[in-house]
């Protein structure tokens, strides 16, 4: 049935098997708001890498409005992984089944202020825009923080540098020579986990592509799509609990 899947995708009670098919539909919708937010704003906003060393740079070379601007964006990130924690936490307490879906719900809604902010956004204003920038760091920051949780650090849906070196870890393993047959351990890649980090990239990277040109062809209304997948899988969770509350 859809809606158990639903409910399984983001509900209170987790499997590996859903914790997977969460993380793929996550980093799609990640892709496509780095993808989408560079067009809009020239920042990638899903990893802090960049936005650190940015802000080295920009001390560096004097630029103290650019770094603060950077600080910043490294805030909302943290107050968005901040944000996900008291939520979840709070509605773990409470035996709520949408403890998970909370954090999607507020991202979902934060998709269409972004949205919405954009018809502001064609003119550069100078407040909007690092406005902006900060909006699309907390939702990444809250989105990477709900999958880091529920699947206990073992997805990361906003940045790909761990998946991909990972990924060279495994090719590393499957190109290894055992030459004795009998030693332990044996080295070989875990296929399993091969395809699980491939679909992750793959996802994130099909997003970015679907959001750059939803971005291009209808500009800030490309993110409804996106706002309309997170309701989607958070909307069981949060129907299940209201139900409760009425009896």
Known sequence: MPINYVRSLTGRQRAAAANRHLGIALAFVAGAANAGGFLAVKQYTSHMTGILSSAADDLALGAIDAALDCAGALLAFLAGAACCAVMVNFARRRHLHSEFALPLLVEAILLLAFGVMGTRLQAIDVIVLPATVMLLCFMM?????????????????????????????????????????QAVPRVAADWKRVRILAALASSFFVGAVAGAFGFKAVGFGAVLPLACVLLAMAAV???????????
Not at 169 to 174: D, F, L, P, S
Not at 237 to 247: C, G, K, N, T, W
Request: charge should be negative; glycine fraction near 8%.
């Open 141 to 181: 920051g809250l989105q990477n923080a709900v999958i880091t949780k529920l699947s206990n650090a073992e997805i990361r849906t906003t940045h790909m540098t761990g998946i991909v070196t990972d990924l060279g870890i495994e090719a590393g393993k499957a190109l290894y020579w055992n030459r004795d047959d």
């Open 237 to 247: 969770p949060i129907y299940d609990d209201l139900v409760a509350v009425r009896r």
